[in-house]
């Protein structure tokens, strides 16, 4: 049996805690608008120079490497980092402020839990202050109200990279909040747009793999969709070897796949006889699966097979069923569909018949309707990126991606005057919950966590060679429109500074931290592998 090594009580504690503060303390570096650079060096990729706090983790912690912290250090880090790579998932930024919030109120509760309070009474107390720091944040949070607003949330994502926060701003109005927008590399130093038709789909793949790569893209593929579950097969079978003998890949859409037709689709594809990936139809139930596939019939001219319309071999020859886009990019969460059929009259009607079902519509049912209408209407676009060297394209178009999704965050919940000081505000509310509760220990949890929340400003402060004392100070006793200018040095009125920080971003982020650090913080026992077997 592999051999382990174990760690309790106060060992395991010191080592979660060595190996959390050396990640923050590295991503740290990198946040804010005055955020210094890393340089990380590869045994693979030589050495890499960048402020982006995900490309950070990855490098300080890598997947298949432990590095000099030891085993049980690496641990934490490697839990941090994790959960600092979903916050950048699901909001498009935070990565830096997750890992040093993390490890902040970590430091904070083991504070109280080593003065002899219970570490499972001071994980609920900060359980319970993340869930009003976020209450906080939504309340101080504001729509998007302009085109200039969500340029401001990208400029800011992309570390301050002006001319990508105009394009994607000018995008993301051009085909709306549910167009598809897809970032490439382009061919020269200029930047571009391009525009054509197509969606974004929530839309995930029925097995991991047909992702061999976090994203995949099947250039002009053949389209099927199924509304139900492929049962059998059989039927399938001319249809893929028809498709395999020409040069097309194949994006299979239905509600479930069989074991056996997935399987074989996987195969076929991993050993690149057939180029494919077979997608879970978007929608909660079949009535919003079949008008979603609906949509997606319309812009690709494809035909939609059921039950009542099953597969048969004719269909290997009759292909009147497929459809085609000029790209389909797929990755775990999601599958952009870029470019459309040249049939347009499909896609014509289904816009007219969305437009009036929405006239006699109301409440959810109208807004969902403008959704799907949204993705319709409003088409794809396709930003192409400029730079004058393989490794700053590959750091720009990460600083990129994520200023897209940052401000895709900012459209959903809003933005913030200031993400820093937007959790000094949250203090305030904690504390005064604080004092309420009767537990002391879970008191020690809450006061924890608001001492906590200022360490992001604190660290945005220092990075720009300012003193963080006096920032958390002015801060504490400015008005909710306020926020401080790092640097610049001073307080500052948001909207007039273009301060602002998408408030998805910040509750997403405080909600993470609080779970993980509570997590670190009521672990008693670590169990590792031993040496020789890491060997």
């Known amino acids: 049996m592999p051999g382990k090594e174990y760690s309790y009580d106060q060992d395991a504690q010191k080592a979660l805690a060595e190996g959390a503060e050396t990640l923050a303390r590295t991503i740290g570096a990198t946040l804010g608008p005055a955020g210094r650079n890393v340089i990380l060096e590869s045994p693979t990729a030589g050495t890499i120079t960048t402020k982006d706090g995900a490309t950070v983790a990855g490098g300080t912690i890598p997947d298949n490497a432990r590095l000099d912290l030891g085993r049980e250090q690496s641990t934490a880090a490697h839990i941090i980092r994790q959960a600092s790579e979903r916050v950048a998932q699901m909001a498009g930024d935070g990565t830096s402020t997750t890992a ?9 509760g083991m504070k109280h839990s080593r003065a002899g309070a219970s570490p499972v009474m001071v994980k609920r107390g900060i359980e319970r202050a993340g869930a009003i720091a976020q209450g906080a944040i939504a309340e101080l949070s504001r729509p998007v109200k302009t085109r200039a607003d969500l340029e401001k949330i990208a400029t800011i994502s992309a570390h301050g990279d002006s001319e ?6 000018q995008a993301l109005d051009r085909v709306g909040r549910d167009g598809a927008i897809a970032i490439e590399e382009g061919a020269g130093l200029a930047d571009a747009v391009e525009y054509q038709e197509g969606m974004e789909l929530k839309a995930q793949p029925l097995s991991r793999q047909f992702l061999p790569t976090p994203e995949v893209i ?27 003998a020409g040069s097309r890949p194949f994006l299979l859409i239905a509600g479930e796949v069989e074991a056996k037709a997935l399987a074989t689709l996987a195969i076929n594809s991993l050993k690149g006889i057939l180029p494919t990936v077979a997608l879970r ?4 139930h079949d009535d919003e699966k079949l008008e979603l596939l609906g949509d997606i019939a319309a812009l690709t001219g494809a035909g939609v097979l059921s039950k009542m319309e ?9 292909r009147a069923w497929a459809g085609r886009v000029d790209r389909a990019i797929v990755t775990k969460d999601s599958t ?3 470019g459309g059929s040249k049939r347009r009259d499909g896609l014509i009607r289904r816009r007219e018949e969305l437009e009036s079902r929405m006239e006699s519509a109301s409440g959810l049912e109208k807004e969902l309707l403008g959704q799907r209408l949204g993705g319709l209407a409003g088409g794809s676009a396709c930003v192409k990126l400029g730079a004058r060297s393989e490794a700053e394209m590959q750091e720009r178009k990460g600083r990129v991606e994520d200023a897209l999704r940052s401000m895709r965050s900012a459209a959903e919940e809003g933005v913030v005057p200031g ?11 904690i504390l005064e919950a604080a004092q309420k509760e009767e537990n002391r220990d879970i008191r020690a949890g809450m006061e924890a966590m608001s001492r906590a929340l200022s360490e992001p400003l604190r660290q945005m402060v220092l990075n720009a060679g300012g003193d963080p004392a006096i920032a958390v100070d002015r801060v504490q006793g400015a008005g909710e429109g306020e926020t401080w200018d790092v640097i610049n040095g ?4 948001a909207e007039e500074a273009g301060i602002l920080d998408p408030a998805k971003v910040a509750r997403i982020a405080v909600q993470t931290s609080a779970r993980t650090a509570a997590l670190l913080l009521s672990t008693a026992a670590l169990v590792t592998l031993a040496q020789d077997q890491e060997n």
């Open 100 to 108: 040093l919030l993390s490890w902040a109120i970590y430091r904070e």
């Open 164 to 169: 990508a926060g105009a394009m994607l701003a």
């Open 218 to 244: 099947l250039e002009n593929p053949t389209i099927l969709l199924y509304d139900g579950a492929l049962r059998q097969i059989e039927p399938l079978l001319p249809v893929l070897e028809a498709l395999a």
């Open 281 to 284: 139809s978007p929608g909660a």
């Open 310 to 318: 099953p597969l048969k071999k004719e269909h290997a020859k009759n």
């Open 336 to 338: 952009r569909l870029i």
């Open 419 to 429: 993400g820093g000081a937007t959790l000094i505000r949250a203090q305030s509310r």
């Open 490 to 493: 001073r307080l500052v009125e």
